[in-house]
């Protein structure tokens, strides 16, 4: 219990900095009469979309929470709703952050003219999401546990109304029903909030870039707001709450796989502490590393600067992270797949760490434009459009091979010192610093609506080197977390996997990938993948194309192209959002439905087929889609900064950079970021739904 205490301290203390730098931030001014206008506009935007999007989230998360209660396990339906809560919370508290910071991010720019102090006023901003993101996960956990009081071990749990005797174990459907209500809230909100941004996005490069010679976040293009508005409802709101996901699953799935690995041994409730105590750590740890980046004189190298945040995070995590594994494990009986002692799920811890920042790392050398793959395409552009495409093609795909290599080292080494808790310590390892990831990912779309407003009200352009230098930083810790959540994803679905697995035959079944079942829902798991990631490319490109239609026709009307008359920016904000809305819901209940209707018609086999084969597919078209995104934006960046010779803006090199931009940006904010929840949303419901498929199927 002074375990549990300590980690909620640090819980509390993290939420009460988050208060301290919201306030900070909001005590900022903003700038001009009509910088403060225009930031108006995109935080009622944004707030406008999260509560229309809320009201249909609402009425789903509730009519699956009373399923879960009523047939499943009565306070199931309780933990869903906690886990849809706190994902919910960490979206308003991000989104608000953001939209509040980005014109004192400008304003700090026009003021001082020095990047150091404008990175670190972006920084705080990020960090409310960051901290929040990993506070709020924890602290859903703790409440579950003082609550509900402990774990139970017996499988004697149900609904309030039985269908079967399932022998469900009531500790185990509350950790995962829990990670399943933050998992359904971060599908629609990375599907909803990913049509909305980058249909206003593309429309926008389209009019302003293409069609019209207009330079970049002009305001007499009405679908810029929109797009400032779609930065903070996707790249802040739902990538906090996909973070959220990411870290609450790979928790769940340590505690879950502990229940089994630890069955029978005296230190049962040390296992199930270990994961918290580690998260708990990371966070103690994000804290400190983003205090001193924040209070320090930063320098005019934001890049040095947001690294320094990183190691000191993840340094701090590895020491925290050697203690708590001495007091959980240096005394009684560890499990036969402890093969180096009680330090064996720290080193796995390790390797997850030393993976997350390897991965970053890699995919920081094929999205950022100080390297070699992204200097290589914006030179090819001056061919054309189809040279660029083609070039950056290949580099999304030859930057597969690398994290998926670190990946699959962690899943062995991790396997053969620790066994399957090895493996979700692993994955709970890479995500454990998840506070200062997210806080730097954050840094990326606050600087860009910072930008985009220095650029629409006027700003001298010294301030719009400044906000471009901060943009062109972010767009690569944007990529760097992106790979950073489909690595944590990877590690996290397989241990979901080994713990569905575990459900069968009293925790001893193996999935046989010769019997048909499996095989069929390998191949079936795969095409689902491709399937949904056409559905959320066709549903991005139709609400692209119409909202383009509409910004052409009011660049028509008299006086606005002069800027004598101001276009109807609330009718294209209406629109981007009626079209997320609407065409959201199908692609978010398929990971819903396809592991309960197919386990129920073919049983418990074909699903974990499914898995495996869903999991394969999703990570290197994941990988692809952000490193090729990422690649593009950087090149049309570099053409754009004025680094090609005799190429800058306006020119035809940087037109098929725009081009590219503009096919990557349906790839990394909208795809990419949808697979990892998709596999781990389809793991999780799996493992939900388990005691019903090891009682019956119908064919």
């Known amino acids: 219990m002074t375990a549990y205490l300590i980690v909620l301290g640090v819980v509390l203390l993290a939420i009460a900095y988050v208060a301290f730098s919201f306030a900070r931030i909001r005590k900022m001014p903003e700038g001009t009469e009509e910088m403060s206008e225009m930031a108006k506009i995109i935080r009622d935007g944004a707030s406008t979309f999260m509560k229309t999007e809320y009201k249909t989230v609402t009425v789903v998360v509730i009519i699956v929470g009373a399923i879960f209660s009523l047939f499943i396990e009565k306070t199931a339906g309780l933990t869903f709703l906690l886990g849809a809560a706190m994902s919910s919370a960490v979206c308003i508290v991000g989104m608000r952050s953001a939209t509040y910071a980005n014109v004192r991010v400008a304003n700090k720019a026009r003021e001082s003219l020095s990047i150091g102090k404008t990175t670190s006023t972006a920084l705080v901003g990020g960090s409310i999401s960051g901290l929040a993101v990993q506070a709020c996960g924890l602290l859903g956990l703790l409440i579950i546990h003082f609550v509900f009081d402990g774990v139970s071990e017996g499988a004697n749990g149900g609904g309030f109304i039985k269908i079967a005797e399932m022998g469900i174990n009531p500790t185990t459907m509350r950790f995962v029903t829990y990670s399943l209500g933050c998992s359904l809230v971060a599908m629609f909100n990375r599907v909803a909030g990913g049509n909305y941004t980058k249909a206003a996005d593309i429309s926008s490069d389209i009019l302003a870039k293409i069609r019209h010679d207009m330079p970049e976040d002009d305001s007499r293009v009405p679908n810029v707001v929109a797009d400032f508005i779609g930065d903070n409802v996707n790249d802040i709101a739902g990538n906090c709450s996909d973070l959220l996901e990411s870290f609450v699953a790979t928790v769940i799935s340590a505690l879950v796989i502990a229940l089994t690995a630890f069955r029978g041994l005296g230190n049962l409730n040390n296992a199930l502490l270990f994961p918290i105590l580690l998260a708990g750590g990371g966070l103690l740890s994000c804290l400190i590393g983003l205090v001193f980046a924040s209070v320090r004189k930063m320098g005019d190298n934001p890049s040095r600067e947001l690294n320094m945040a990183t190691y000191i995070s993840a340094g701090l995590t590895v020491v925290l992270g050697l203690g708590s594994a001495y007091l959980m494990f240096g005394k009684g009986e560890l499990p036969v797949d402890f093969k180096i002692g009680w330090f064996s ?355």
């Not at 091979?401 to 090895?422: C, E, Q, R």
């Not at 629409?456 to 471009?468: A, F, G, N, P």
Request: hydrophobic letters at 45%; glycine letters at 12%; charged letters at 15%.
């Open 345 to 699: 799920p720290w080193v796995s811890a390790i390797l997850g760490i030393i993976s997350g920042v390897a991965i970053g790392a890699i995919t920081e050398y094929y999205t950022s434009f100080d390297f070699k793959p992204t200097k290589k395409l914006a030179e090819i552009s001056t061919e054309g459009e189809a040279f660029v495409i083609t070039k950056g093609d290949a580099i999304g795909s030859r930057s597969c091979l690398l994290p998926i290599l670190i990946i699959g080292a962690a899943l062995i080494i991790s396997g053969n010192i620790s066994g399957i808790y090895g493996i979700a310590i692993s994955a709970l390892g890479m995500l454990s610093f998840v506070g200062t990831t997210v806080s730097i990912d954050a840094f990326g779309p606050i600087a860009d609506n910072a930008g985009g407003l220095a650029e629409s009200c006027h700003l001298d352009e010294s301030v719009r080197k400044i906000t471009d230098k901060l943009d062109s930083v972010g767009n690569t810790t944007a990529a760097i977390g992106k790979g950073f959540a489909i690595g944590s994803a990877a590690i996290a679905t397989v241990s979901l996997i080994v713990a569905y697995v575990g459900n069968f035959e009293g925790g001893k079944a193996l999935l046989d990938i010769s019997h048909y079942l499996v095989i069929a829902g390998g191949i079936i798991g795969g095409a689902l993948i491709e399937y949904f990631s056409a559905m959320l490319t066709d549903n991005t490109i139709d609400s692209a194309r119409l909202m383009a239609d509409e910004g052409d026709r009011q660049l028509s009307v008299p006086g606005v192209l002069e800027g004598k008359v101001k276009p109807d920016y609330n009718k294209c904000v209406q629109m981007a959002a009626k079209e997320a809305l609407r065409k959201m819901l199908l692609p978010s209940t398929i990971a819903l439905l396809v592991p309960i209707v197919g386990g129920i018609l073919f049983g418990w086999e074909f699903i974990g087929g499914i898995l495996i084969g869903a999991t394969i597919v999703a990570i290197p078209k994941a990988i692809f889609m952000g490193n090729s995104g990422g690649a593009f934006d950087n090149a049309k960046k570099y053409v754009e900064m004025g680094s090609l010779d005799g190429h800058g803006k306006g020119s035809a090199a940087h037109k098929a950079t725009v081009t590219g931009d503009t096919v990557g940006d349906t790839r990394k904010d909208v795809v990419g970021v949808a697979l990892d929840i998709f596999i781990k949303m389809i793991s999780t419901v799996a493992n939900t739904i388990a005691p019903i498929l090891g009682s019956f199927r119908i064919l």
